[in-house]
């Protein structure tokens, strides 16, 4: 039976076995195809032996039998980190996050997916040999339309010239975030609104700007020590800091009400 299998492909998992944990989720998987916690189960075997992309095939096939497993977009998210595909990964833990708000394993991982974008970023105006003094802080909107302006392509085998490979990858990922659905003025217009909220860095509004969350797990990624700041056990914390989840509920609404929800989120 296969609740035998994965009897065995658990106690298996315990002991460091692996490989033996894979074929038995396998061999269960022939009893019952249609067992997303087996799947689930047997994407997590994979991380633990590197095999990445079938960890991603895997957390998949879970989430379209379960779309309720939160387990399963946290194994798909870990294992598209480890691909280093952050995007990917990014939208993977945010959903899953909606799922479960209280879980802070999903708040980390976003945020080192915020931290890795970040850095291919940093990365691209390395080698445009950029200054940083001279840089600032740019919102993803500024960044994408600069490489646009000098010629940067989605397309690989359109980087040609003075364009690099590295910012051509920047841009293709740009092309599919926000930023690409922003302009100079709604930009404009957050900050200029946000000033009020006065309990949110500079950094952290353009944070805001580039993921324009659209969700409260979501938009708590994008502030340093959202939860702490927000405890309502310590009220000290809290008048220090100024914030309250209601502030919170607006800015969120805020963000709603400025940048257009990408397709694929309204049709959810």
Known sequence: MASDLEKKAKEAFVDDDFELAVDLYSQALE????????????AQAYIKLDSFTEA???????????????????????ACMKLEEYQTAKAALEAGAALVPDDNKFTKLIKECDERIAGSCTSCF?????????????TNLEVFDFLRSRGATSDPMGCIGSISPSECKVFEYLSG???????????NEFLIKADKFKFIT???????????PTVMPALYATIKD??????KENEQIAKENQLEED??????????????IPAEELSQ
């Open 247 to 260: 502030q919170l509920q607006e800015l969120l609404e805020l963000v709603k009400e400025i940048f257009p």
């Open 31 to 42: 009893l019952d195809p249609t067992n997303a916690l087996l799947y689930a189960d047997r």
């Open 126 to 138: 390395a080698s445009m040999k950029i200054g940083k003094a001279n840089v600032g802080n740019l």
């Open 202 to 212: 500079t950094f952290e509004k353009l944070n805001i700007v580039n993921s324009t």
């Open 226 to 231: 959202c939860d702490k700041r927000i405890a």
């Open 177 to 187: 975030s926000p930023a690409c659905m922003q302009t100079r003025e709604s930009v």
């Open 56 to 78: 991603v095939s895997d957390a998949t096939k879970a989430i379209q039998l379960d779309p309720s497993m939160s387990k399963a977009y946290f194994r798909k998210g870990t």
